[in-house]
């Protein structure tokens, strides 16, 4: 019992002393730094905003799409001359096909579509199947126009889409080297250029659509992105709260540089400027593409209501995730050229100079 009892302690001990991740702890000190120059004490990042950014329920985000109208016998009695057809009903009416995955029914879709054309062709000529070439284009007519709904079930009904698009426990790593994540968002957006094209253009063929959906699963950047946009959002808010307050905007009532405005500047110089400047230039080129491809990806038709207002909600209005941090970034940029120029220590003027060691 004792050894236990050791063991549970160690544990708790070693659980208390785990450290935050280098980006977080970078965001927390710069809020600190700015807080005990102006006496304020920012509030803290609240995990469970990013709740908020959680995937809805795969339910709410799956379309109805009605089965082939057309049956097995039927088929194989009428289209002996269109193997390739028969081939893809079997398929379908198989034990396997009845319970193949949406990614791919999709690509299932657009084989079955080519074969029912190619069939179209073969019996076109013998007069005696015209009513047969009548329900073949019927068909094709069909599930050319269920296309855009079963587009968005593979994408849904995917773990490999739900894993992209989540939120990961911990902000995007701080590198020397730029951030990148370009295998996942060049199949993000080429899934999206494959669902804008139907149906007049069928989806590929299933090793390529296997591919895209790989490098999204594949992918730790983009929810790790969602995570550092809200963590940066949270941090700029607070910061340019306290740029705002009446502690900075009488930090220099004079007009002219003192000791604390001092103090300010090295806080800018150290800790913004050469801490958290560099990782939003990171956040930036990695988030551009993204941010653009999710919203190639919300115009694409037939999207369900659930999905596009989460996507929104990344990258969407004034108050999605992505907009917000934009705005924040350019209310800091004139916050701080405010406070500073007040005091006369912008770049360029008097009381601009290179910070000392500690500030």
Same mark, same amino acid.
Do not use: K
């Given at each position: 019992m004792r050894a236990l009892l050791t063991v549970i302690g160690l544990s708790l001990v070693l659980a208390g002393c785990e450290r935050s991740p280098p980006a977080t702890g970078q965001m927390d000190n710069y809020l600190e730094r700015l807080g !005990?120059? &102006?006496?304020?004490? $920012?509030?803290?990042?609240?995990?469970?905003? =990013?709740?908020?950014?959680?995937?809805?329920?795969?339910?709410? !985000?799956? &379309?109805?799409?009605? $089965?082939?109208?057309?049956?097995?016998?039927? =088929?194989?009695?009428?289209?002996?001359?269109c193997k390739p057809l028969q081939q893809r009903v079997s398929e379908r009416n198989s034990i396997l096909g009845k319970v193949m995955p949406w990614s791919h029914r999709l690509a299932f879709e657009g084989e079955l579509i080519r074969a029912i054309e190619a069939c179209i062709v073969t019996v076109s000529d013998d007069p005696d199947r015209t009513e047969l070439t009548t329900e073949l284009e019927q068909l094709v007519e069909e599930k050319r126009a269920q296309l855009p709904a079963v587009f968005w079930n593979a994408l849904n009904a995917s773990e490999e889409f739900e894993y992209y698009l989540r939120f990961a426990s911990e902000p995007l790593p701080i590198q020397d080297q730029p951030l990148e994540d370009r295998q996942g968002v060049l199949a993000l957006g080429a899934l999206a250029g494959i669902g804008r094209a139907l149906p007049g253009q069928l989806p590929p063929a299933r090793s390529e659509l296997e591919a895209h959906f790989q490098a999204l699963h594949q992918s730790e950047r983009s929810s790790q992105l969602i995570h550092s946009l809200s963590r940066l959002t949270h941090t700029l808010e607070q910061a340019n709260s306290m740029l705002a307050s009446p502690a900075a905007r009488q930090l220099c009532p004079l007009g002219t540089p003192n000791s604390r405005s001092r103090i300010l500047l090295n806080v800018f110089v150290l800790f913004y400027a050469s801490e958290i400047q560099p990782y939003m230039a990171q956040i930036q080129r990695l988030g551009e593409p993204w941010q653009q491809n999710i919203s190639a990806l919300a115009g694409v038709p037939a999207i369900p209501a659930a999905t596009n207002e989460y996507l929104q909600s990344l990258v969407g209005s004034e108050q999605s995730l992505w907009q917000r941090y934009q705005q924040q970034i350019a209310a800091h940029s004139k916050g701080w050229q405010e406070v500073l120029g007040a005091c006369q220590m912008r770049p360029g003027q008097p009381g601009w100079q290179s910070a000392p060691p500690e500030a």
């Open positions: !005990r120059v &102006l006496d304020h004490e $920012p509030a803290a990042y609240d995990v469970t905003q =990013l709740s908020r950014y959680r995937l809805p329920e795969r339910r709410e !985000r799956l &379309l109805e799409v009605a $089965p082939m109208r057309i049956s097995l016998i039927e =088929l194989l009695v009428d289209t002996r001359r």
